[in-house]
């Protein structure tokens, strides 16, 4: 489960565009998933999270959705902003640990 | 403004010299945590205090050490830096229960450069 990249993947998108940012998580056990945002030079910073009882989660702009029986997580922006700019990570929960996904860079074109 | 705050930003040492890195806390959390984050990668959890209750991920090497002497502050120690421990270091604060099923309140890290 643990994360090794040297490349991070790459979403470009068009200002005001919806973006969605998709995550493979690994461990079926995981109960709890949260979605983190990094800007250059900064330390991460919580955007949503949402448990293994749900399958979405609304927040401003965002909303996160949760398919259990793919192991998958995707995390949708709408209306996509220049602030927005960033990293993108998703993170898990299997028992007793913490796993951060590989994360995604999102580029916001004006 | 409650927050998390890492010192110094930048930090150079010498191979093989020991460094501390500092964390300190206004949120009153219970549980504070050190990750290592490689340029490009995500952040990687090396230990975490649950109050005064060390935890340490399997795979931390034993050159990673941890203080935290109060609620508020926490320090990373490594013993004998070597190239490959260049990184950013990031400090990050949760509420206590729950496990690790809380939210982050992450520092702006230390980017630790290894000459």
């Known amino acids: 489960g643990e994360s090794v990249g040297l490349h991070l993947p790459t979403l470009s998108v068009q200002e005001g565009d919806n973006s969605i940012i998709n995550c493979a998580y690994s461990n079926s056990a995981s109960d709890y998933f949260i979605w983190y945002k990094q800007e250059s030079g900064k330390g991460p910073q919580f955007i949503i999270d949402i448990r293994s009882n749900m399958d979405k989660r609304q927040g401003q702009r965002v909303t996160v959705l949760l398919n259990k029986t793919v192991k998958h997580l995707s995390l949708q922006i709408a209306a996509t902003q220049p602030g927005d700019s960033a990293v993108y990570f998703c993170?898990?929960?299997?028992?007793?640990?913490?796993?951060f996904g590989s994360g995604t860079r999102l580029l916001v074109r004006p | 403004d409650a927050m998390v705050i890492q010192n110094p930003r930048y930090q150079v040492t010498q191979f093989g010299k020991p460094v501390t890195l500092s964390c300190s806390q206004t949120?009153?959390?219970?549980?504070m945590y050190w990750y290592q984050q490689k340029s490009s990668q995500a952040p990687k959890l090396l230990f975490h205090y649950y109050d005064k209750d060390f935890n340490n991920e399997a795979d931390t090497p034993d050159n990673f050490q941890s203080r935290r002497p109060n609620t508020s502050f926490c320090f990373l120690d490594i013993r004998s830096p070597g190239l490959g421990d260049a990184a950013m270091y990031l400090c990050a604060t949760s509420r206590g229960g729950g496990g690790f099923r809380n939210e982050q309140f992450f520092g702006p890290g230390t980017r630790l450069t290894v000459l």
């Open positions: 949120l009153n959390h219970n549980v």
């Open positions: 993170a898990e929960t299997p028992p007793g640990g913490l796993i």
